[in-house]
Structure formats: C-alpha cells, structure tokens
C-alpha cells in the first residue's frame, strides 16, 4: 500500500499524529527531498529503504511504488505542505490506480497556515475578508486565464500566493491592476518553520523592491489583503452575549 502524507512546512514537529506513526511504520520512504527534511527518516524502521524524488522522474518514482507493492511492502510517499496543493498527487494516484495498487492521504500543514500561525494572524476577519485565495501567478506551468492574479484580485479578498515570489514585479503589476491599492499590506513569508525563516511585512506597491532587497527568489509565499494588517475589523458574532447558538442563548 501505498500512504501519501504531508510533511506540513519544514519543521518536522508540524506534521500530523498519523502522519509520524505511518512514517515509522514504512518500509520504504519517497520524500520530496527539496522542499522536505531530511530528518523524517530518522523515525523509520531499520533497514527502511529512502528516496529522494528530487532526483527522480515520476516513472522512476511509479517503478519504486510497483517494486515495493510486489514485495509486500508499505510506501509512504512523503510531500511537502499538504499534498492535495501543488503536490502531483494525481498523476501517481493515477498510475495506483491503473495498477490496482491500494493508496490513502494523510493531510498536512501547509505554508500559508504556518505564516499565519507565526504572525499570529487570522485571514477572515469580519467586516475585513472572508475568503482566502491559494493561488499562483502563471511560470513555466500556465494557469487558466480566468484564474489569473488581476482576475483573482478583483475580490480584494485574502490571497496566499505561492510559487511565485521570484516574479514579485508581475506579481505586483497584476494585484494593482485587479483592484488592490498600492497600501494594501503584504508580507513575503519565506521557509516558514525552518530554522531560516524570515517573514518581512511590506505592501503590495513595495512587494518587488521588498523581495530584491532581501534577496528571496524561492522556498517562500507571497500574503496580501488588509487581512494582513490585523487591524480595524469587526467583533466576530461566534462569542457575542446578544447572538444566539445552537449552544448558547442570547442574553439580551
């Protein structure tokens, strides 16, 4: 069998409860070795076999998956984040699959949620935003057209960007365009949970000058909204005396 499980961010104290457990019990361990410590082989079981799918094609990868299903061997097939987000589960799911190879998924922490929980910050604040958008701006793998960074920005609503903060000037020109105002707070999240992290707040106007100035060109995400900021919302409705809960009368 085969369990695809996320790592979570990078610090190896973030990934889940079953997560760790599945990992201790694998017979053979294909992480992304780019973005994933290496460290999570060090609570596997002697003798398991380690890969590194940096350095592999997803035939080469499919091949270690047929070989250890043949050999009554269980696989954990280690992603960075959460694997259902830019992890091209789908294509191995796929090969699974047609190999009648049985899988599950494990999910993980992913950047955007660690950002958030090191600068103490919720992305849907009442009266502020109530929507966050995972996104990415268009590279070497296209988006839809419709799901472009302008198009997108037209919500004005909370948008963790990844994949992207090594085009930080298009990125820039895009929000502006889509309707965010040159003030609108930003941060450049970068290897958040590694022991490097940097997180540096800016705003969408200085988001490029900000990235060349700190020299990041990868491993890190791109926040914008006024959501960033933490300020000027509305008290949530969830703890308030005078609304009423399935658990909780109004008072008033």
Known sequence: MVHFVGAGPGAVDLITVRGLRLIQKADVLIYAGSLVSRDFA?????????????????????AVFLQAESDGKNTVRL??????????????????????ISYDVTPGVTAAFAAAAEMGMEYTLP??????????????????????????????????????VKRCAELKEALLKGGYRPDTPAAIAFRVSWPDQRIVRTTVGELDSCQKNEGIVKTALVIVGDAVAQSDFERSFLYDPSFTTEYRNSKF
């Open 42 to 62: 060090d609570f596997l079981k002697q003798k398991a076999a380690v890969y590194n799918s940096a350095e592999m094609t997803l035939e080469e990868v499919c």
């Open 79 to 100: 992603h960075t984040g959460d694997p259902s987000l830019y992890g091209a589960i789908a294509e191995q799911i796929a090969f699974l699959k047609e190999k009648n």
């Open 127 to 164: 009266g502020v935003s109530q929507t966050l958008i995972l996104t990415r701006t268009a590279g070497r793998t296209p988006v839809p057209s419709e799901e472009s960074i302008e198009a997108l920005a037209k919500t004005h609503s909370s948008m963790a960007i990844y994949l992207s």
